[in-house]
């Protein structure tokens, strides 16, 4: 038992230490995966269970200005970590958009202010639970569907490990997309805490999640470039793990997509 667990540690310490990208050491929040697995634990129990048994026999909060602010903060977040990384990673073209090469020796500036807005994304990652938190503590349940969760607790684990080994490489883009794809759904928000009666207007979430289909659908060609159309020094494995993930999204999307628009346009025909 002793050798399994000294062997263990010693792999975990290889992994995490060794072997992570020496550059982002001096960041907050990346050193273990304990304390992001634990966090990301915490969150799916909370608005899975515990949150919504403390909130049943309490009244829904109003956090109506609460998430006015949320919103607004989410769209400026979200615009400048996309706009930063477009412009270090592809204006600047240290990265190739068809073969993001993973070399952690790159240490030049441009490199470093990608990894920063790597990062940053990183962090909004992790602010983006409190979608589901305001959904359990204004008694919003319906709203918690698997889809959400896996989404939003997947892409924290996601991207601290695409943070921690791959930082600056071939993922960078969908960092980017995914950015941009918030700054609309957040002003779409935004736009409804104003005007609640968009929110029974069909055209605005029809189109969004257009836009998300699209955004998978790009990503799915993307991490297909390095593992059949470009010899690049990244690996394969992480690749077909990023076609997998967009494409299963691609389908959750399309199945929500199908039951909250077609079928319902096709019955009130």
């Known amino acids: 038992m002793a050798l ?3 062997s263990f540690y010693s792999s975990y310490h290889w992994l995490f230490h060794d072997y992570q990208d020496p550059r982002v050491d ?6 273990s995966p304990m304390l992001i697995f634990g966090l990301t634990a915490l969150y799916v129990y909370f608005v899975t269970n515990w949150g919504q ?4 026999k309490r009244p829904p909060y109003d956090l109506t200005n609460v998430i006015k602010v949320y919103n607004f903060t989410q769209i400026i977040f979200n615009l400048a970590i996309g706009s930063y990384a477009a412009y270090y990673a592809y204006w600047r073209q240290t990265i190739s958009i068809s073969c993001g090469a993973n070399d952690t020796t790159n240490d030049s500036y441009e490199m470093q202010q990608i990894i920063l807005a790597t990062y940053l994304y990183y962090m909004s990652k992790i602010i983006d639970l409190l979608d589901t ?3 359990v503590l204004r008694k919003k349940n319906n709203q918690i569907t698997f889809l959400h969760v896996y989404h939003h607790g997947g892409m924290v684990i996601a991207t601290f490990i695409y943070f921690k080994f791959l930082s600056g490489s071939h993922g960078t883009l969908l960092g980017v997309i995914n950015s941009y794809v918030h700054v609309i759904m957040y002003s779409y928000y935004l736009l409804t805490s104003y005007r609640p009666e968009l929110k029974n207007s069909l055209w605005w979430k029809k189109h969004i999640t257009q836009i ?3 955004q998978f659908g790009v990503l799915v060609i993307h991490f297909l ?3 059949f159309f470009f010899e690049c020094q990244w690996p394969k494995a992480i690749s077909l793990i990023g076609v997998i993930q967009n494409l299963f999204m691609f389908i ?3 199945d929500f997509y199908i039951k909250a628009y077609v079928r319902k346009s096709k019955k009130a025909q």
């Open 4 to 6: 399994v667990l000294r």
């Open 26 to 31: 001096k960041y907050p929040l990346t050193s």
């Open 53 to 56: 048994r403390f909130m049943s």
């Open 133 to 135: 938190v305001f959904f």
């Open 212 to 214: 998300q289909l699209i």
């Open 225 to 227: 470039n390095p593992i």
């Open 252 to 254: 959750l999307f399309l």
